[in-house]
């Protein structure tokens, strides 16, 4: 083939709506684009608007319908300019909550890590609109995650998480506080929320803090991830997520072309986080998607052994993340249970199943809605936090203490 895009004039399935949204996202783009773009908007303009805010990615629709100069009307068109002016609305205002954090934050003396979110769509997208986000990431020690919540109520912010039965049981990383602009803040004392996910893993919330890079957001100086952190936490989240939306690639690819790691030491981080086959799924998908700079040998070293890449391969081939449309498929539970050890994986699938059986006898759809609803007491919460302070001294995030 020469790389030029072929689309039918009716375009119906999501496998030809993947490929037009990975044309879009390719840099640079493929031969032809502008043609066939305009010959899928006259015909499928509302399918492919819709399969683009499923993946995230309306935004470089947008940009590419107007680059080429194409002409877009009707609802269509004004969802997507609608869309554009809300993120950048929920962008500025949370660079200006952020400001207000930290200037709560400063006299208690805790200067949070800032993940994702505006740092991702500042320093890694050519233009912060092209990515949208809902939330504002933040993260601290686990000796300073009780004064930061303190801190926050103190000024006058709603803390509005309830369920403080599930939030002990479950040993959750994350409350959430709403801020003065409106943004929900996510409060982390680890980068991965449940103790079942974490056990799995070795993601020290210490290390992370202690090689943490300040960075221009906006015009501010933040504290965020370095670099290898960065990339690695985007794999991660993505794949443990189900690693099937597209700005999920993108954020991958992004991160690789401004700030391109040094693959041994990303490969030896991710071994040390007990994260290899995880990363490798994100960084093959994105590659595959995308042509995300990566060298096949850093993904075989990942993944550790040809079975896995091979399994990622196969269900990959049937369901490749451009296709999805939000239902669950082999490829988005291999891309969570996927883990270095294979009694790990049966023990995260084994854990996966457990957890969508009481959601369905508790008559709770969303999983995250649950965190909501009032639950537990005074006690709980109190035991919760004592837990989170680590009393023994260890980072929450840090491997159990031998002995």
Request: proline share 6%; glycine share 8%.
């Amino acid at each position: 083939m020469d790389g030029t895009l072929r689309w039918r004039s009716v375009v119906r399935t999501p496998q030809e709506l993947g490929e037009a949204l990975t044309a879009i996202l390719r840099d640079p783009p493929p031969p032809g684009l502008r043609p066939q773009l305009d010959w899928f908007l006259r015909d499928d303009a509302e399918q492919l608007a819709a399969h683009a805010v499923h993946h995230r990615v309306a935004p470089f629709l947008r940009r590419a319908i107007h680059e080429a100069r194409l002409s877009l009307a009707g609802e269509v068109a004004l969802a997507l300019e609608a869309s554009h002016a809300r993120f950048t609305a929920v962008h500025l205002m949370a660079l200006e909550d952020l400001s207000a954090v930290r200037e709560i934050l400063g006299p208690a003396g805790v200067e949070p890590l800032v993940i994702k979110g505006p740092v991702l769509a500042e320093r890694h997208y050519p233009s912060a609109d092209l990515r949208p986000y809902g939330d504002l990431d933040l993260i601290v020690a686990g000796h300073d995650f009780e004064r930061t919540i303190d801190a926050l109520e103190g000024a006058g912010l709603e803390l509005v998480d309830r369920n403080w039965e599930l939030i002990r049981t479950e040993g959750r990383a994350q409350l959430h506080v709403v801020l003065p602009h409106g943004t929900l803040a996510d409060i982390h004392w680890s980068v991965l929320n449940r103790r079942s996910v974490r056990d799995s893993f070795r993601v020290a919330t210490g290390e992370l803090l202690a090689r943490a890079e300040v960075v221009d957001v906006a015009g501010s100086q933040v504290r965020t991830l370095d670099p290898t952190d960065t990339l690695l936490h985007l794999c991660l989240h993505g794949t443990l997520s189900g690693g099937d939306r597209l700005i999920w690639c993108k954020d991958v690819e992004r991160v690789i072309a401004s700030e391109p790691p040094r693959w041994d030491e990303l490969v030896g981080r991710a071994r040390a986080w007990r994260a290899g086959p995880s990363v490798a799924i994100a960084l093959d998908r994105a590659r595959r998607t995308l042509d995300a700079g990566v060298p096949a040998e850093v993904i075989r070293a990942l993944y550790g052994s040809a079975l896995r890449g091979g399994i990622t391969w196969m269900v990959d081939r049937a369901r490749p993340p451009e296709r999805a449309v939000g239902t669950m498929n082999a490829a988005v539970l291999w891309s969570q249970v996927c883990r270095d050890r294979w009694g790990s994986t049966l023990q995260a699938l084994r854990g996966r199943a457990s957890r969508r059986s009481r959601n369905l006898l508790r008559g709770t759809g969303q999983e995250g809605a649950a965190i909501f609803r009032p639950a537990g007491d005074e006690r709980d919460e109190r035991r919760y936090l004592d837990e989170v302070g680590g009393l023994d001294g260890r980072e929450p995030g840090d491997p159990p203490a031998s002995g």
